[in-house]
């Protein structure tokens, strides 16, 4: 996991993906340019590519389906943006190539207000929508009433399991997401 909001925060240090060494922790998120370039699925998209590791606009296009152009267009976003930059640059054949990678480990993006949309939950849904079908595969929605002692409990549980799935990664392996949401809804 990469993106974390501000309430997130100590849960997600135990969960942070690898970013190339000279990638500071965090990217705190606030301006409306990093804003705009996360709203975007695509862009969202694009960081998991970069998440693994340094590539090309040509390598990110071809990793994702999509036009050269179109892989352009949304790096520039994100480096405009101050979220990826170039970290090596090399001649192929007359042509210069630039690697892009991620500026942090982690995005901190800012707290929601009330009615405002939850732009990580909104990118995890899309994704767990638009992955094929799978045996490996599983979404539950669990409805439970709990006492805050109870819920400090299954939290900090949810926090070691983060963990655990840290540890177990391993780079050789197909890529395999956990979105959590353990919130409060609002009783009716």
Do not use: C
Not at 24 to 50: E, F, G, P
Not at 137 to 158: D, G, Y
Request: glycine share 4%; hydrophobic share 40%.
């Amino acid at each position: 996991m990469y993106f974390v909001t501000s309430s997130d925060r100590e849960n997600a240090e135990n969960a942070e993906t690898p970013a190339p060494a000279d990638a500071a922790a965090t990217i705190h998120v606030h301006s409306d340019d990093q804003l705009r370039a996360i709203a975007s699925h695509m862009r969202h998209r694009i960081l998991r590519v970069l998440r693994d590791g340094p590539a090309t606009i040509t390598q990110v296009a071809e990793r994702l389906g999509i036009a050269k152009g179109s892989s352009n267009h949304h790096i520039k976003v994100l480096a405009k943006a101050g979220l990826v930059h170039v970290v090596q640059t090399r001649k192929v054949g007359g042509v210069t190539e630039q690697y892009y990678a991620m500026t942090g480990k982690t995005i901190e993006l800012p707290e929601t207000g009330a009615g405002q949309p939850e732009v990580l939950m909104r990118h995890a849904l899309a994704d767990i929508e638009s992955a094929p079908p799978s045996d490996q595969r599983t979404v539950f929605l669990k409805h439970a009433r709990l006492s805050p002692q109870a819920w400090e409990q299954f939290n900090e549980r949810l926090a070691q399991l983060l963990t655990d799935l840290t540890e177990a990664s391993d780079p050789a392996q197909p890529a395999a997401d956990l979105f959590v949401a353990f919130y409060r809804p609002k009783d009716v």
